[in-house]
């Protein structure tokens, strides 16, 4: 099954806001939204798991009070919900990301999971399948995929975070397995994939092209 994860559990400080950074709203929306609604659009995904922790509870709350999200839990792959919220434990990005593949792998090791940020507001169903269909064409269990830092120079919009001049835009593909998996690289030329929404500053730019 291909599954996506978003990512939503981060502390989100850089926005300097009480709102926390998924429900911060975009042109009156909460920004995670935008990111469901584009995997909505995707042929290849079929359920979507949002990593939330306790940085955001609201977060997990809106989810399942008001776009009728699942806790996730034994019932994910009988069941026909689509939708689920998943408890991490917000200490880090890459612990998270273990933890998720663990809980995966103890159930199969032939998923594909699409981690994406839930920061990242234009990315498309179009690009995410774009991403995918690379992928599966291709033979390494994982993906990672980069922009050139001249997209973000075009719009002014900072990075972390460069290797090469390409930056990693915050969607990756592993399958369910925690072991180290040989990765493909893709590198892809598209600006809505620099919108990241980090600060204030990101989330008017990004809230002009939505
Ligand atoms: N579940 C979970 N999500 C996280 C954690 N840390 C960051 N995230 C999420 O991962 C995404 C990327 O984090 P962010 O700080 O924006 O990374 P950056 O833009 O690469 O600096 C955001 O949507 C965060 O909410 C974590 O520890 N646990
Ligand atoms: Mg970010």
Not at 20 to 33: G, M, Q, S, V, Y
Not at 52 to 79: A, C, G, Q, R
Not at 169 to 178: A, D, H, K
Request: glycine share 4%; charged share 25%.
């Amino acid at each position: 099954m291909i599954i996506a994860l978003v990512m939503a559990g981060g502390k989100g400080l850089r926005l300097e806001s009480d709102i926390e950074k998924p429900l911060f709203p975009i042109n009156d929306r909460p920004l995670i939204t935008y990111v469901l609604e584009n995997i909505k659009e995707s042929k290849w995904i079929e359920k979507t798991v949002v990593a939330v922790s306790p940085n955001d509870p609201n977060t997990k709350k809106y989810l399942i009070d008001d776009l009728n999200f699942s806790p996730f839990d034994n019932s994910f792959y009988e069941s026909d919900n689509d939708d689920y919220c998943l408890d991490t434990l917000g200490k880090g990005y890459v612990e998270d990301l273990s933890n998720i593949l663990e809980i995966f792998e103890a159930k199969s090791k032939e998923d594909i999971l699409i981690f994406i940020n839930a920061d990242l507001p234009l990315v498309s169903g179009e690009i995410l399948d774009e991403i995918l269909s690379h992928y599966l064409s291709q033979d390494k269990p994982a993906l990672s995929t980069l922009v050139p830092v001249e997209i973000f120079e075009k719009y002014g919009v900072n990075y972390s975070y460069e290797f090469n001049g390409k930056v990693p835009s915050g969607i990756n593909i592993l399958r369910s397995e925690n072991v180290v998996q040989e990765e493909e690289l893709l590198i892809i030329q598209r600006d809505e994939l620099i919108f990241n929404v980090n600060t204030i500053d990101t989330a008017i730019l990004a809230s002009k092209f939505l």
